[in-house]
């Protein structure tokens, strides 16, 4: 089975993929998506919304990272990232989504300005503003401490073991290495 990942190199839902993909040992071809808008028309017919990554395994189209992670983990029969009991797999779900509308809504507030973020173009170092990026700071502490709640002292998000929840968050956290 051939594997095709559609990406690009700049977008953190792209990497917590590509991530899973390696912690996995899965070969995989990668066809770059432009990340400002519009989307070329062979992507929007694989996946008509447009968001980046896509993946398509041997003809299954799957779109939207957490989906892809949660898929990725089931084919391979990878318990251990993504568990088969009930009250575990809830609880990676539950930080998955949660991440989903809180703390990566709240970051990308801060991103966007810092990295010069647009609809139209994407990244662009050009269209970075610090003052718009600082300003939003302050509104961040909340989904912070969140998080610093649920990760544990061995700095893994839930369960105290790596899951795909951890693939999910490192792009994120590694980003903010980059934004301040």
């Avoid at 990554?53 to 993504?82: H, K, N």
């Avoid at 009250?87 to 989504?97: G, H, K, M, P």
Wanted: charged content about 25%.
């Amino acid at each position: 089975m051939t594997l095709t990942l559609w990406d690009h190199p700049e977008s953190s839902n792209a990497l917590k993929v590509r991530f899973l993909l390696a912690e996995l040992g899965l070969p995989y071809e990668r066809e770059t998506v432009p990340m400002g808008r519009p989307r070329p028309q062979r992507y929007l017919d694989l996946n008509p919304v447009g968001g980046i990554p896509t993946l398509v395994d041997d003809g299954f189209v799957l779109a939207e990272s957490q989906a892809i992670l949660r898929y990725l983990a089931t084919r391979q029969q990878r318990t251990d990232l993504y568990p088969d009991v009930p009250c575990e797999r809830a609880r990676v779900d539950e930080f998955l989504d949660r991440f989903a509308t809180g703390l990566r809504t709240a970051l990308f507030r801060h991103e966007a300005p810092a990295l010069g973020w647009s609809l139209e173009k994407g990244f662009d170092p050009a269209d970075a503003d610090p003052d718009a990026a600082a300003a939003v700071v302050p509104e961040l502490a909340g989904p912070l401490a969140l998080l610093e709640s649920v990760v544990g002292s061995d700095g893994a998000t839930v369960l105290g073991r790596f899951t795909i929840a951890d693939c999910a968050l490192a792009p994120v956290l590694f980003r903010t290495t980059v934004t301040g």
